[in-house]
């Protein structure tokens, strides 16, 4: 950042977080609305594709800001200066929307996370009569290598977010947990299907499921 105006405002803010009592306070209270008005905007620019509208979308703008506030606060360290305060911030209050957006629309909508259904694997493809057919019996076959071969864990997060497309944020808030440690899960689950496929005779499957 070669600005010297720039880099004197990030300093203000950097300093001012950092220092307990009346400096933060005042500092939260100049960023609150700026990252309100970021998240009404990512909310509205998302809410046709989530069918959210009126109130819901207030209380998430709110809500996103005020979390991203909190984020800020407890990831100042991370802040390198390489771009104004405000628009790294900004990006914690846009990350938030998203998340309690598709966590509203997912509770919304009553998916159970943990809800089995196995012909949306064999639905995701364009495929004529005959190839769904075969899709259909690789998609059995996935269904029995998740049943023998996965922990209980493994499954679980493997049929939220593979089968049922529920978005690994929305998971971890569901189950306490963090979008790391249930990565790590799913990546451990693919490798274990990926072997058991394999063993049976399933390879020519396992691209097909990952472009799915």
């Given at each position: 950042?070669?600005?010297?105006?720039?880099e004197?405002?990030?300093?203000?803010?950097?300093?001012d977080?950092?220092m307990?009592?009346?400096r933060?306070?005042?500092?939260?209270?100049?960023?609150?609305?700026l990252?309100?008005?970021?998240?009404?905007?990512?909310?509205?620019?998302?809410a046709?594709?989530?069918?959210?509208?009126g109130?819901?979308?207030?209380?998430?703008?709110?809500?996103?800001?005020?979390?991203?506030?909190?984020?800020?606060?407890e990831?100042?360290?991370?802040?390198?200066?390489?771009?104004?305060?405000?628009?790294?911030?900004?990006?914690?209050?846009?990350?938030?929307?998203a998340t309690?957006?598709?966590?509203h629309f997912?509770?919304?909508?009553?998916?159970?996370?943990?809800?089995?259904d196995?012909?949306?694997?064999?639905s995701?493809?364009?495929?004529?009569?005959?190839?769904?057919?075969?899709?259909?019996?690789?998609?059995?076959?996935?269904?029995?290598?998740?049943?023998?071969?996965?922990?209980e864990?493994?499954?679980?997060?493997?049929?939220?977010?593979?089968?049922?497309?529920?978005p690994?944020?929305?998971?971890?808030?569901e189950?306490?947990?963090?979008?790391?440690?249930?990565?790590?899960?799913?990546?451990?689950?693919?490798?274990?299907?990926?072997a058991?496929?394999?063993?049976?005779?399933?390879?020519?499957?396992?691209?097909?499921l990952?472009s799915a």
């Amino acid at each position: 950042m070669d600005d010297p105006d720039i880099e004197q405002e990030n300093r203000r803010w950097v300093c001012d977080l950092s220092m307990p009592g009346p400096r933060r306070e005042a500092a939260c209270g100049e960023l609150y609305p700026l990252l309100v008005r970021i998240s009404k905007s990512e909310a509205r620019r998302r809410a046709p594709l989530l069918e959210l509208q009126g109130p819901e979308l207030e209380d998430i703008a709110h809500q996103a800001a005020a979390d991203a506030v909190m984020a800020v606060i407890e990831r100042l360290d991370r802040f390198r200066g390489e771009a104004r305060f405000t628009t790294w911030a900004t990006k914690f209050a846009i990350f938030n929307v998203a998340t309690k957006m598709n966590r509203h629309f997912w509770r919304r909508h009553e998916v159970p996370y943990e809800q089995e259904d196995w012909a949306r694997l064999a639905s995701r493809f364009d495929l004529s009569p005959d190839d769904e057919v075969q899709v259909r019996d690789f998609a059995q076959a996935v269904r029995t290598a998740v049943e023998d071969a996965l922990t209980e864990r493994q499954r679980l997060v493997f049929v939220a977010t593979v089968l049922n497309g529920m978005p690994i944020e929305v998971l971890a808030d569901e189950l306490g947990s963090t979008r790391n440690a249930l990565y790590k899960v799913l990546f451990d689950a693919r490798k274990k299907l990926r072997a058991a496929l394999v063993a049976n005779g399933h390879l020519p499957g396992v691209s097909a499921l990952r472009s799915a």
